[in-house]
């Protein structure tokens, strides 16, 4: 079954501090992995996205990685600011035998950044 | 900078009638997707829409529901006869290019069903 896990669930740090959210999937095919920014009752907005035969990417102090032999990423974000305040999600796609795409959401890690 | 426009933003209705949810997408893009996300859970696909036909849906699109794209800038979904259930916030998001480019949500239509 696909299936896109998260952790941990929420996270409270201080600003100026780093930290790292895990994403772990079991969903194949895999095509690309995402991950989002999403505030409190708002659309998610995209920080980066990641093909198989990539390893890092990085969008200004977020930096994501993937291991595509073990199904995990993982976004980091380095200096934390009270804005980034806000849901992190992992978004994987898989191919279908249609030759499309299906989306399958983690369910987010919520995070706290305290002054 | 061009955005994804959804209304309306907040949508009240009786159980059993038809809503019609819509959005304008960023103007040359070419897929359409729309989501949902209940209340405390997780975002879910529903729908994604190219070329003037659906490429591809999950479960939860049965035949309540359905797309379309009636002129060159708006994308709607419609829901035939609300259920409890159906309350979520819903997510009208478009790409320039497909599955591999970034996808531009809209801010959501809050639906709820009585």
């Known amino acids: 079954k696909n299936q896109v896990e998260q952790s941990p669930q929420s996270l409270i740090i201080l600003e100026g501090k780093n930290c790292t959210l895990q994403?772990?999937?079991?969903?194949?095919?895999?095509?690309?992995l995402r991950w989002y920014k999403q505030d409190t009752g708002r659309g998610p907005v995209s920080l980066t996205i990641m093909t198989f035969s990539e390893n890092t990417k990085s969008n200004g102090r977020y930096t994501a990685t993937l291991d595509a032999d073990t199904k995990q990423s993982s976004l980091h974000i380095t200096a934390s600011q009270l804005s980034d305040s806000a849901s992190y999600i992992c978004?994987?796609?898989?191919?279908?035998?249609?030759?499309?795409?299906?989306?399958?959401f983690g369910t987010g890690t919520r995070l706290k950044v305290l002054a | 900078e061009p955005e994804v426009t959804q209304t309306p933003s907040h949508q009240v209705t009786q159980m059993g009638q038809e809503v019609i949810l819509r959005c304008v997408p960023i103007?040359?893009?070419?897929?359409f997707y729309w989501y949902r996300q209940i209340l405390g859970q997780k975002v879910e696909f529903l729908v994604s829409?190219?070329?003037?036909?659906?490429?591809?849906k999950s479960e939860i699109f049965d035949d309540q529901f359905s797309v379309e794209r009636p002129d060159g800038s708006n994308f709607t979904l419609k829901i035939r006869s609300t259920k409890l259930e159906d309350s979520a916030m819903y997510f009208c998001?478009?790409?320039?290019?497909?599955?591999?480019?970034?996808?531009?949500f809209g801010p959501g239509t809050r639906l709820t069903v009585l």
């Open positions: 978004v994987v796609s898989a191919w279908t035998t249609s030759g499309t795409y299906k989306y399958i």
């Open positions: 103007s040359n893009h070419l897929y």
């Open positions: 994403c772990n999937y079991t969903v194949s095919p895999f095509s690309n």
């Open positions: 829409f190219y070329n003037n036909e659906i490429s591809e």
């Open positions: 998001a478009s790409s320039e290019r497909g599955s591999l480019d970034e996808q531009f």
